[in-house]
Each structure stands twice: as C-alpha cells, then as structure tokens.
T-cell receptor
Framework: EAGVTQSPTHLIKTRGQQATLRCSPI?????VYWYQQALGLGLQFLLW???????NRGNFPPRFSGRQFPNYSSELNVNALELEDSALYLC?????????????FGEGSRLTVL | GQQLNQSPQSMFIQEGEDVSMNCTSS?????WLWYKQDPGEGPVLLIA?????ELTSNGRLTAQFGITRKDSFLNISASIPSDVGIYFC?????????FGTGTRLQVFP
C-alpha cells in the first residue's frame, strides 16, 4: 500500500513568488494535514482538511492557503514568499481527524526561498 | 505557533545506555503520543497514550501519560545505533495535534 506522497521533493523560489506543494494521502484516508518544519525546530501545524473542507488552521498568515480535492489529495499554496518561509513542509493523512492522534506523514517538500 | 516544551534538546549517548526525555505543556491533552523522525523522512508514530497515568511499553520503549494530563515522558532502554533520530512528543485534542520542540538523539558505538 502506497504511503503519503508529496511533490515536489525540493523547490527553490525567490522572495515575492508563489509556491504550490502537492500531497496524495493514503488510500481511504479523508483527512489531510499540513505542517511546517523550519530548520532545527519542531513541527508547526498549518492546516487540516477533511472531505474538501478546511477544518482547522494554525497560527499562520492568510498567504498560506490550500485546498482538498474530491479525490482527497491536497495542495498547499504560499503566496508572496518570504525568506523565513524556507522550511520542510510535511503532509500527513488519517482516516478522519485527529481522533487517535496517529498521523501518517510523507517525506516532505523542502522549500527554499532566496 | 503553539509548541510543547521538550527536553533535553539533544543527547549524545553510547550504545547500550538508557535514554529518558520528557515533554510538558501548559494545556491539558486527551492523548499523548511520541513520534520519531529519521533523517530525510517524515515522523512515524512510536507509542500512543490515551489515559492519564497510563504507562505503555513497545519493545525497548516505555512512555507515560502524566496524571495532570500536561506532561509525558519516554524512556528508551539499551540504545542501539538505529535509535538515532529526532523524537517528538505530541499532544492531541479534538481539532489539533501539537508537537514538541524535539529531542535529537545521537548514539555512538
């Protein structure tokens, strides 16, 4: 069974540009989560999607947005990129919600902003 | 953003030694979990605790859910080289899973 897959693996952008990251959850999982992991730091919660709806959002500015498609895959958009947006962006999925706390993570997309 | 306080920040130990790390929060959580992140990978769940006071083992790992529901610890016994990685605690409520700041573990032969 395929795990959570993310693309691209690496992305390099310049300040002010937009970045789009993509995630495919494990088959049968309806919830998708996005976390930001800056270098040397822990995981910061960004967004939670389930059944196409945004269910919860972390303490990030509105230029971080996303969506979930009918096939449950998801996309994270970061507009007006800033240097401090450089981080590993991790996507995770679960059957539904944070019910058991067990999230299945992908390997991440590393975004570098120059 | 909200993060849990995890200590120590890093540990350098010799193979065979025991390891202990802990996590504290100002908030109460329904569930405490411990994840491990290997280099270049996403975190993987090691152990989950669902009741205050619960003590759970998984092989060489032992974890406890604090009575106050605001803390947890993880012990690793007889460490081996593949224990190297970053360990994260996580507190779960209905609509969020908050991660700790991480403990980076290095094991030397």
């Amino acid at each position: 069974e395929a795990g959570v897959t993310q693309s691209p693996t690496h992305l390099i952008k310049t300040r002010g540009q937009q970045a789009t990251l993509r995630c495919s959850p494990i088959s049968g999982h309806t919830s998708v989560y996005w976390y930001q992991q800056a270098l040397g730091l822990g995981l910061q919660f960004l967004l939670w999607y389930d059944e196409g709806e945004e269910r919860n959002r972390g303490n990030f500015p509105p230029r971080f947005s996303g969506r979930q498609f009918p096939n449950y895959s998801s996309e994270l958009n970061v507009n007006a990129l800033e240097l401090e947006d450089s981080a590993l962006y991790l996507c995770a999925s679960s059957l539904w919600g944070f019910d058991t706390g067990e999230l299945f993570f992908g390997e991440g997309s590393r975004l570098t902003v120059l | 953003g909200q993060q849990l306080n995890q200590s120590p920040q890093s540990m350098f130990i010799q193979e065979g030694e025991d390891v202990s790390m802990n996590c504290t929060s100002s908030s109460i959580f329904n569930t405490w979990l411990w994840y491990k992140q290997d280099p270049g990978e996403g975190p993987v769940l090691l152990i989950a605790l669902y009741k205050a006071g619960e003590l759970t083992s998984n092989g060489r790992l032992t974890a406890q859910f604090g009575i106050t529901r605001k803390d947890s610890f993880l012990n690793i016994s007889a460490s081996i080289p593949s224990d190297v990685g970053i360990y994260f605690c996580a507190g779960q409520n209905t609509d969020k899973l908050i991660f700790g700041t991480g403990t980076r573990l290095q094991v030397f032969p």
